[in-house]
């Protein structure tokens, strides 16, 4: 019985120091790859030193993209007063306007802050009848 607790003594020894070995080796190579990382951390943009972030040029585009987009999306005050004179009027040319909304993808809800007006209300209304009932 002695001499299976020794053989299972040196066993076990020698299996941490193997292990330990190889932990040492490999927290050794995780450190110089972690430190390599480490070198572009620090750039110098404009002067003033960024250690977590580096913001190109790249952003500056598309902050002026979606500035186009809300400028492509917008609708003519005059445009409305139309729409709503011609409701009013039970134009059949009103549903070619609708078209046109439609084609912009305005839903009665994402309207302009333009037609939020009260007076354009029959307008929104009639609007969300037609996108939901007679549009295909």
């Known amino acids: 019985m002695r001499l299976s607790c020794v053989v299972l003594i040196a066993v076990t020894t020698l299996f941490t120091t193997g292990s330990a070995v190889t932990a040492i080796d490999r927290s050794a190579v995780l450190s110089t790859m972690a430190s390599a990382n480490l070198a572009g951390m620090n750039r110098v943009s404009g002067g003033e030193k960024r250690s977590l972030r580096y913001h190109g040029k790249e952003n500056d585009v598309d902050k002026e993209d979606e500035d186009e987009d809300d400028e492509e999306r917008t609708i003519n005050v005059a445009l409305l007063d139309d729409m709503l004179a011609k409701l009013n009027k039970s134009d059949p040319t009103l549903i070619n306007m609708f078209e046109q909304l439609k084609t912009g993808k305005f839903t009665s809800y994402n309207l302009p802050k333009?037609?939020?007006?009260?007076?354009?209300?029959?307008?929104r209304k009639a609007y969300r009848t037609w996108l939901y009932h007679h549009s295909g």
Do not use: E, G, N, V
């Not at 333009?114 to 307008?123: C, M, N, P, R, T």
């Open 114 to 123: 333009i037609a939020d007006h009260s007076k354009y209300d029959d307008l």
